[in-house]
């Protein structure tokens, strides 16, 4: 079974510290992705990475970055943690475009960030 | 781009009973749908997908959906359910077009919550 591995289960942070939650993956998909998990709000995406060292904005960029070095871990980066970034954070993997479609996508079991 | 709606945030049920979750899609193009479930404190899995084809389409767990291209829709059921159904369901929806990536448009969810 293809396994994505997020680092920590449950993480508290203050305001204001960097903040790196990190994700692998072990079945060499070409993509991997960002999404935040919020109630009444479903999973909204904040990157995703098509390649080593490739990364596009999602549709919630703002306040995070990403970085991708080697094809098995895609980090996501809080650059100075506020409380309105509490939230779950998932991580998913995909085979390349066209592929995807008979495989879906593979997620981790997030990471609940609370930041006070 | 393409987007979902589930019209339900919460469907109570009783154990045994049938279940059907909504989901509208909105896209001028064909598009490719999925139906992911969350189980408490753990990631999303695929529950299944339509691509092409016949238009009903028969997933993990003895759930179903069935497409709708007229009416837009992508409704989830189940004809008896069972306490550990209880989960949150996400539909999501892609376009034709891969891009760099093959992104997924999730919904807001709907929590299925059966009892005995």
């Known amino acids: 079974d293809v396994k994505v591995t997020q680092s920590s289960r449950y993480l508290v942070k203050r305001t204001g510290e960097k903040v790196f939650l990190e994700c692998v993956q072990d079945?060499?998909?070409?993509?991997m992705f960002w999404y935040r998990q919020d109630p009444g709000l479903g999973l909204r995406l904040i990157y995703f990475?098509?390649?080593?060292?490739?990364?596009e904005k999602g549709d919630i960029p703002e306040g995070y970055s990403v970085s991708r070095e080697k094809k098995e871990r895609f980090s996501l980066i809080l650059e100075s943690a506020s409380t309105n970034q509490t939230s779950m954070y998932l991580c998913?993997?995909?085979?390349?475009?066209?592929?995807?479609?008979?495989?879906?996508?593979?997620f981790g079991s997030g990471t609940r960030l609370t930041v006070v | 781009a393409q987007s979902v709606t589930q019209l339900d945030s919460q469907v109570p049920v009783f154990e045994e009973a049938p279940v059907e979750l909504r989901c509208n899609y909105s896209?001028?193009?064909?598009?490719?749908l999925f139906w992911y479930v969350q189980y408490p404190n753990q990631g999303l899995q695929l529950l299944l997908k339509?691509?092409?084809?016949?238009?009903l389409v028969k997933g993990i767990n003895g759930f179903e959906a069935e497409f709708n291209k007229s009416q837009t829709s992508f409704h989830l059921r189940k004809p008896s359910v069972h306490i550990s159904d209880t989960a949150e369901y996400f539909c999501?929806?892609?376009?034709?077009?891969?891009?760099?990536?093959?992104?997924?448009?999730f919904g807001t969810g709907t929590r299925l919550q059966v009892t005995l």
């Open positions: 990475s098509y390649d080593v060292k490739m990364k």
């Open positions: 999501a929806v892609r376009g034709p077009n891969t891009g760099t990536a093959s992104k997924l448009t």
């Open positions: 998913a993997s995909s085979l390349g475009p066209g592929q995807v479609l008979n495989y879906g996508y593979t």
């Open positions: 896209s001028s193009v064909s598009v490719y």
């Open positions: 079945m060499d998909h070409e993509n």
């Open positions: 339509y691509l092409s084809g016949s238009t």
